[in-house]
Nanobody, 124 residues
Framework: QVQLVESGGGLVQAGGSLRLSCAAS????????MGWFRQAPEKEREFVAA????????RYADSVKGRFTISRDNVKNTVYLQMNSLKPEDTAVYYCAATYGSILYMLLMQYDYWGQGTQVTVSS
C-alpha cells in the first residue's frame, strides 16, 4: 500500500507559476511510476504527466508540454509538478497517482494509488 498526499495548489493569475508536491508513504521500497492527473469541473479526469522511478523517462500530455515539468526525489519519496505559463484552462483538481513498475501509463485504470487532490485555479 502506498499513501499519497498532494500539496501546493492555490489561486494564481494567468501566466503565473505553481509547484505541486506529492509525498508518498507506506510500501515505497519497490520502484514505482508516479503520475499527475487533473479533473476540471464537469470533465473527466485526464493524464498530465508521469515519471519513472529512475527519473530517466518522463511523459507529458500535449496540452502541457513545454510548460509543465515533472520531477521526483526518491530520498524524500516526493514527486513534483512545476507548472509555468499557467492558463485558465489549467484550472482543475490535480491528483497524484502511483503504480508499481516502469511503464509510464496514461490511463487512470492503470494506476493503483491516488491522492486526495489539490485545487489549482488560474484566473484570467
Amino acid at each position: 500500500q502506498v499513501q499519497l498526499v498532494e500539496s501546493g495548489g492555490g489561486l494564481v493569475q494567468a501566466g503565473g507559476s505553481l509547484r505541486l508536491s506529492c509525498a508518498a508513504s507506506g510500501s515505497t521500497g519497490s520502484s514505482y511510476v508516479m503520475g499527475w492527473f487533473r479533473q476540471a469541473p464537469e470533465k473527466e479526469r485526464e493524464f498530465v504527466a508521469a515519471i519513472s522511478w529512475s527519473r530517466s523517462s518522463t511523459r507529458y500530455a500535449d496540452s502541457v508540454k513545454g510548460r509543465f515539468t515533472i520531477s521526483r526525489d526518491n530520498v524524500k519519496n516526493t514527486v513534483y509538478l512545476q507548472m509555468n505559463s499557467l492558463k485558465p484552462e489549467d484550472t482543475a483538481v490535480y491528483y497524484c497517482a502511483a503504480t508499481y513498475g516502469s511503464i509510464l501509463y496514461m490511463l487512470l485504470m492503470q494506476y493503483d494509488y491516488w491522492g486526495q487532490g489539490t485545487q489549482v485555479t488560474v484566473s484570467s
